[in-house]
T-cell receptor, first 118, second 112 residues
Framework: DVKVTQSSRYLVKRTGEKVFLECVQDMDHENMFWYRQDPGLGLRLIYFSYDVKMKEKGDIPEGYSVSREKKERFSLILESASTNQTSMYLC?????????????????FGQGTRLTVV | GQQVMQIPQYQHVQEGEDFTTYCNSSTTLSNIQWYKQRPGGHPVFLIQLVKSGEVKKQKRLTFQFGEAKKNSSLHITATQTTDVGTYFCAGQSRSNDYKLSFGAGTTVTVRA
């Protein structure tokens, strides 16, 4: 059974703290993604990575950074947490398909981390 | 940059009725994926459409990709309470093959 595992289901942090959200996948996928989900805004892409040590900014990267030292692990870092970063964070992974054009296959999501910054 | 818009944001449906949710992109897409998120759950892949004008069916769900590859739709017939949840489309474009951008979703509630 394929699996994407996020380290915490619920997290409460104080403003200004450095926060690490960890995600591990066991499918040997090339691509990994971090999204945040807020009511009415859907899934917004923060960062993604298509290879070890590679990272690309998504649509809302401000206030976040990422690390991918190993293929199976993708970490999201909040350098100095703020209350507007209170949200549900979802990690996903996918493999690549295609010859002439590389596309993502279906993405598998973790259970999510609900982060509250107080 | 690439934007994927979904309408409507909310859909309240009487059990047994049909409904359609739409996904529109500002750019031509290479493919489009659809996901369903049950309340309290995480998004789960439903289907991927790649070809212009493609139509795929999964039981009561019909997915369509527009001829211009800039829009897509999901039509559900004879809605059941098990259809409750949020439906997302996710598009990929030629300009950035690895990026998977989601729409805001259509949240469906069903009246029994």
């Amino acid at each position: 059974d394929v699996k994407v595992t996020q380290s915490s289901r619920y997290l409460v942090k104080r403003t200004g703290e450095k926060v690490f959200l960890e995600c591990v996948q066991d499918m040997d996928h090339e691509n990994m993604f971090w999204y945040r989900q807020d009511p009415g805004l859907g899934l917004r892409l923060i960062y993604f990575s298509y290879d070890v040590k590679m990272k690309e900014k998504g649509d809302i990267p401000e206030g976040y950074s990422v690390s991918r030292e190993k293929k199976e692990r993708f970490s999201l870092i909040l350098e100095s947490a703020s209350t507007n970063q209170t949200s549900m964070y979802l990690c996903a992974s996918s493999s690549l398909q295609g010859l002439g054009q590389i596309l993502n296959t279906e993405a598998f999501f973790g259970q999510g981390t609900r982060l509250t910054v107080v | 940059g690439q934007q994927v818009m979904q309408i409507p944001q909310y859909q309240h449906v009487q059990e047994g009725e049909d409904f359609t949710t739409y996904c529109n992109s500002s750019t031509t897409l290479s493919n489009i994926q659809w996901y369903k998120q049950r309340p309290g759950g995480h998004p789960v892949f439903l289907i991927q459409l790649v070809k212009s004008g493609e139509v795929k069916k999964q039981k009561r769900l019909t997915f369509q990709f527009g001829e211009a590859k800039k829009n897509s739709s999901l039509h559900i017939t004879a809605t059941q309470t098990t259809d409750v949840g949020t439906y997302f489309c996710a598009g990929q474009s030629r300009s950035n093959d690895y990026k998977l951008s989601f729409g805001a979703g259509t949240t469906v509630t069903v009246r029994a």
